[in-house]
């Protein structure tokens, strides 16, 4: 794992600085007049709250954890724990982690880990996908790879692709979503790139996972190009169903292009399919 990064720690009480910053004593009184029945919770105030995390001291947010574990309303805590372990992630993934694995409730414990794992990710993609893969074979680890995997997509889908089938050859290891992150986040930065590689997995079921991605992706880019290569696939279930998400989503942004674009397909079942979606 790697060092503890470090920060200026000033006191706690000490003077709010310019530019939005909180004292600890702030950030405890903010959460303390939250309630689990306030609806701006999930709104302006959770985002204020974020941006207040991001300015702290690396050294006051385990104690911000303690004192929201102490005090916190029920779903305040249940919420800001993981808002919490991902801003403790950033700067000590091992001391974020070795809270996650004192956490009581095993459900709440291995959504913890798993979010201090994928946050690691973003930054040190290795070393959280070793610390990931010490873990027993069972839910949590599967549950590690996979945000491992979708943290490194964003940034390297081909190491991302290698490392999901090095680890974890089939999709349901690490859920079914895993193939569907890696090509989604490779469509929108290189869909040819994207549609080889998916040709070359090798299960229809992986190649339909990153099919769907890739024409959701890629249709938020060029609705044009992804429908006219969706209806290039061979003919099938597959086909059917990325092109039909593909012209959904082109229908909600622009009715009448998506409609042009059916109109000038030849009559048959393909047609009288894309016109159903649309």
Known sequence: LPAKKTSAQPGANAQSSAGGKLTL???????????????????????????SLLLMDAGDVPKLVAFVDANGAPQVRHTLRYTLLQRWADDDPQAALAYADKVANRQERETAISTVISTWATTEPEAASAWAQQLPTGRLRNQGMGGVVSAMAATDPQGALDLLEKTGPTSRQFGNGSYYSVFSSWAAKDAAAAVTAAGKLATDQQRSQAYQAIG??????????????????PNGNTKRSVL???????????????LAWVQQMPAGAAKRDALSSI
Not at 29 to 47: V, Y
């Open 244 to 258: 039909a998400t593909i012209l959904a989503q082109w229908t909600l942004n622009d009715s009448k292009a998506s």
């Open 25 to 51: 004593d702030q950030m405890e009184e903010k959460i303390r007049a939250l309630r689990s029945a306030d609806a701006r919770f999930m709104g302006g105030t959770r985002r204020d709250l974020w941006k």
């Open 216 to 233: 959701s992706s890629w249709e938020a880019d060029d609705p044009a190009a992804a429908a006219q290569w969706a209806g290039s696939l």
